[in-house]
C-alpha cells in the first residue's frame, strides 16, 4: 500500500469520526451565547485538545500497549469492532453515544464555555475512543511514516474542521437538520466499512490467515 493510499485512507476514516458538518450544531450549541471571540478561542482550545490526543496515540500508543502486553492483531481487531459500533449508531440517524456522550448539551458563556472546549468537546467529541483506537491502528507500523501520516492526516482535518465550528450557527441555518441526518448516515457507513476492515485485518494477522 503507498504512503498515498495510506493518507487517504486515514483522512477517511478521522473526517469520518470527526464529521466536521455534523459537529457545527453541537458546537453551536455549547457555546450558548458567547460572541464571535470566544467562539474562536474555544475552537482553537478544543481542537488543539484533539489534536494533542491523536499525536500522543500516534507516536507513543504501540508503546503503551506493548507495556500492557496488547498485540497488534488484538488491537485492529477491537479497535475495528469499536469502530464498527459508532458506525452503526451513526447510521441511525444521531451521533454517536460513544463518541459524542454529551452532543446535545447546552453552554454557557466565557469561561464555562472555554472549559466545555476541553471536554466534552475536545475529548471525547473530537477525539474520542473512536479516534484514539484509529490511531493507534494506522500508527502501529514500524517504522515513523505510519505515526506521520496519522498526524499529517489528523492536522489537515483540524485545519478544514476549525471553519466549520467557527460558522457553525451559520451553516446549521444553512443546511438545515434532514441534511445534517443525511451527513451523519454517511459518515456512519465509511465508520463502519473502516471498522470492518481494521477487524478483518486483525483477524488475519492473528489467525495468520
Not at 40 to 69: C, D, H, M, N, P
Not at 195 to 203: C, R
Amino acid at each position: 500500500m503507498s504512503l498515498a493510499h495510506q493518507f487517504l485512507l486515514a483522512f477517511t476514516a478521522y473526517i469520518a469520526l470527526m464529521n466536521p458538518l455534523a459537529m457545527a450544531p453541537a458546537f453551536a450549541a455549547m457555546m450558548g451565547g458567547c460572541d464571535a471571540a470566544t467562539e474562536r478561542r474555544a475552537a482553537r482550545r478544543a481542537l488543539a485538545v484533539a489534536f494533542g490526543i491523536v499525536l500522543l496515540f500516534s507516536t507513543t500508543g504501540k508503546v503503551i500497549f506493548e507495556i500492557f502486553g496488547i498485540t497488534l492483531p488484538a488491537l485492529r481487531t477491537a479497535g475495528g469492532m469499536l469502530l464498527f459500533i459508532i458506525g452503526y449508531q451513526m447510521l441511525q440517524g444521531q451521533p454517536s453515544r460513544v463518541q459524542y456522550p454529551l452532543a446535545g448539551e447546552q453552554g454557557g458563556t466565557g469561561s464555562d464555555a472555554l472549559s466545555a472546549a476541553v471536554t466534552p468537546l475536545g475529548t471525547p467529541m473530537l477525539a474520542g475512543p473512536g479516534t484514539i483506537a484509529t490511531a493507534a491502528n494506522i500508527s502501529a507500523s514500524a517504522d515513523f511514516s505510519g505515526a506521520a501520516i496519522s498526524v499529517g492526516a489528523y492536522a489537515l482535518l483540524c485545519l478544514i474542521t476549525y471553519p466549520c465550528l467557527v460558522w457553525g450557527k451559520a451553516l446549521v441555518r444553512r443546511m438545515g437538520e434532514s441534511a445534517m441526518g443525511v451527513i451523519t448516515r454517511l459518515m456512519g457507513l465509511t465508520v463502519s466499512v473502516v471498522g470492518v476492515q481494521m477487524a478483518l485485518a486483525g483477524i488475519k494477522e492473528a489467525f495468520k490467515l
